[in-house]
């Protein structure tokens, strides 16, 4: 069998394996299928080169502290250059105190979770809401109430119903280009859920994946982080559809009085704060400017991706409603009551197509007649094709 042989600077060699016959990444697609559901940048976005410069910049320096067990609260040069940089985008100072670097916001959930309730605690969720969201919930056990949305996000006043009765621990929220439904909440209904919260005592967990992530000229409100005084909001960032997924990079941004919970909690007093090695290799590239252009870069591109599906949606499905979405990932599909999206799945594979049916994301078993499908993981011929076999199967129906 052949080797690899790679020669370091102080030559030493190191033999890897020709071909590595076990996966990397999570999903894997037909070469000839087309999944519109997928919520992943594809390959080509990934900023290799950005990141190469960065992490190039700390390995070449004579200091080595980053392969230390981390400060508790995550990197410091990260988070100035991060309170920065997001002070910019968020148009509101962030201050690096506030901020708690996390392995992204699945692993910042699941810390939450883990910290501020035990099984059995109601939480409030949207309807519908990320369901892969709503799967770390479950392995908590938590006792999880919807919560009714419309095209201005969740409804105060069915919140407030529900809090006639219930007291949840927190009300987990994607106020901005919604996950499935691309729905962003209105400046108004932020400050009433906030009034809500400080009343009743909850706290609010903000997942603001796609905050930054608006890709026509109108801004989404802000975010909730210029909410964090109160001391009812967590505020969770992520690198992962900003730069890279793998990175397993995100934050919290939220006051220090909730902060100190989760720097003096057992997992940090044991391993340190999260992810020191990467977190100082990322720091060249948010100091410089490299995370912005990239945003940039994402939202020109995503504005002709949601063109392009809107176009191939008017031309191929006239039944499905929607909203356009301004950002985000996702267009939210309605289809006629009589449609079952979960049935239309189980066919769509002999059309070599999928998508993420409706009911995936209610806690309801509801949402029967939705669709999620996904504008950024492919090329435009490959929507319109997509697309095009979406209505071809449901034709087949
Ligand atoms: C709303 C929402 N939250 C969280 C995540 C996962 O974030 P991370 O990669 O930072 O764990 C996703 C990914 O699709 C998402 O859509």
Redesign the pocket.
């Known amino acids: 069998m052949m080797f690899l042989r790679i020669e370091f600077r102080w030559h030493i060699p190191i033999i890897l394996p020709p071909m590595n016959p076990l996966p990397v990444v999570q999903t894997q697609i037909p070469p000839d299928v087309i999944d519109l559901g997928l919520?992943n940048p594809p390959l080509s976005l990934l900023p290799l080169d950005l990141i190469h410069t960065s992490a190039q910049k700390i390995l070449s320096q004579n200091e080595n502290s980053f392969l230390q067990y981390g400060t508790e609260q995550g990197d410091g040069y990260l988070r100035a250059a991060l309170a920065d940089s997001l002070s910019k985008g968020y148009e509101f100072s962030v201050h690096a105190e506030n901020l708690f670097i996390t392995a992204?916001?699945?692993?910042a959930l699941d810390l939450l979770c883990s910290l501020f309730t035990k099984a059995g605690d109601t939480i409030l969720v949207e309807e519908p809401s990320?369901f892969?969201?709503l799967r770390i919930f479950a392995d908590h056990h938590l006792n999880v109430i919807p919560i009714e949305t419309d095209e201005h996000g969740l409804v105060p006043a069915s919140l407030a119903g529900t809090l006639a009765s219930a007291s949840p621990k927190f009300l987990y929220l994607?106020p901005t280009f919604q996950?499935p439904s691309g729905h962003t909440l209105s400046q108004e209904r932020r400050e009433q859920i906030l009034q809500l919260a400080i009343k009743h005592n909850f706290i609010i967990v903000a997942?603001e994946?796609y905050q930054l992530l608006h890709s026509s000229g109108e801004k989404p409100p802000k975010s909730f982080g210029a909410y964090i005084d109160s001391q009812r909001v967590i505020a969770l960032g992520?690198f992962?559809?900003i730069l890279a997924?793998g990175l397993r990079l995100?934050w919290m941004q939220a006051h220090a009085n909730i902060l100190n919970r989760f720097a003096n909690s057992g997992l940090m007093d044991s391993g340190g704060g999260l992810n020191p090695f990467t977190s100082a290799a990322l720091r060249g590239a948010v100091a410089s400017g490299g995370l912005e252009a990239n945003i940039g870069k994402l939202r020109l591109r995503y504005a002709n991706q949601i063109a392009v599906m809107d176009e191939a949606l008017h031309r191929h499905l006239p039944q499905a409603k929607y909203i356009l979405p301004h950002g985000g990932y996702f267009f939210w599909l309605e289809f006629p009551e009589a449609v079952d999206v979960s049935e239309l799945r189980k066919r769509a594979s002999n059309f070599k197509v999928d998508f993420r049916p409706g009911a995936l994301f209610s806690s309801k078993s509801e949402m029967k007649n939705f669709m999620r499908l996904c504008f950024v993981y492919y090329e435009a011929e490959q929507i319109e094709e997509g697309v095009k076999r979406i209505a071809v199967c449901l034709n087949s129906m």
């Open positions: 919520g992204g916001i699945s692993n990320y892969l969201a994607i996950n997942d994946a992520s992962s559809k997924p995100g």
